[in-house]
């Protein structure tokens, strides 16, 4: 109920705030995809005859690759095609990855399905971004983004209990049907609730010297390659830690089927945090407020590795540790983005397409050495969340040194 509360108290039009929903279910698809399947994936690996238990965390590894190749492509397609048609075309090719997952038969060909599905969702996640940088910008992107993410985060708060409700009437090939589903009602949805917001007057034509240079653009831009790698720092250990948490809370702290309300509890944690940047991220700047959760997340970080070190790992230890990052990264994910693409308000679904992928592949590589690491303590994790935004901070902290002026 206070969700609705709010949600009607917001400061916006009915329009507006179907504008803000549309866009968080873009983005909730890529959510959705991974965090339906974590209850599933033990029985998964076992239907398929995987060995190694940590092999499993590459049905999940390669829908962040499909969606780092997937961006590149995707991004300047929707500078030049419109914003619709990359949505169209990436939701289908998302469905027929939904069917080969389905139909799996054995561990190759599932995580084929996953890496098409990873290609297609690129599509809404990429397009989500562009749509909203061609209609706001600055703090206005910033504030808007976190009202996405705030609707985006009732996705992971669900999605997995709703996974693990179908494996209690089903089997696992009903969550794949799920998506598919999911995937042909966003389509219908779009049809009859998005107008373009990419006029053909201002469309830059896919060319691969284009695309070459938009890449120089975002890589020569000191404020947006840095905040780039910040996002795929940030995200790499969040990463990490989604790969682990199945093995985390169901082998190292035996929870079962609690698994899914420990992770809902968690995500609605970075869905507060997200409606708290949107309201104070003008008074306070985008800057400050990610520099601040960054050292939430070092400072938290060490303080657990020594209570677990001379006290011992609990759950509830865990929970209350864990929750800091989940806020942290609520802060900053809105913050992260709308710096990166403050320059690149003429090339936006270009740089959206550049900051994306790179920052995938920055989180896909750290993410999966993080998860393989997994060896059924908390250190790797813990570590792996220390370890990201100390860099993050220092990235920052470089990214926004005044230039030299030469005289």
Known sequence: MKFLATFTAWPYGGGMKMFIVMMASFMAAVAISIDAILPALEVIGRDLGVTDVNHTQYILVLIFAGMAVGQLICGPLSDAEGRKKVLYGGLILYAIGSLVSLMAPSMPVMLAGRLLQGLGVAGPYVSAVAIVRDK????????????????????????????????????WHYIFALLFVVAVGMMVWIYFGLEETLPPEKRIPFRIADMAAGFREVLSTRVTAGYMVCMGLIFGGFVGYLNSTRQIFQDMFQQGAMFSAWFGGLAIIFGASSLLNSKIVQKFGMRPLCRMAAVAIIVSSALFLVYCQTVGPSLVAFIVYVSVPYFAMGLMFGNLNAIAMEPMGHIAGIASAVTGAVSSIISLCLG?????????????????????????????MQADRPKRVLT
């Open 136 to 171: 706001y910008s600055g703090e206005d992107m910033a504030r808007i983004m976190s009202l996405v993410m705030m609707i985006f985060v009732a996705v992971p708060a669900i999605a997995p209990a709703l996974g693990q409700l179908i494996l209690f009437y089903g089997t």
């Open 368 to 396: 999966t050495y993080i998860g393989q690491m997994y060896n059924g303590t908390l250190t790797p994790v813990t570590l792996g969340f220390m370890g990201v935004a100390a860099a993050a901070l220092l990235v920052m």
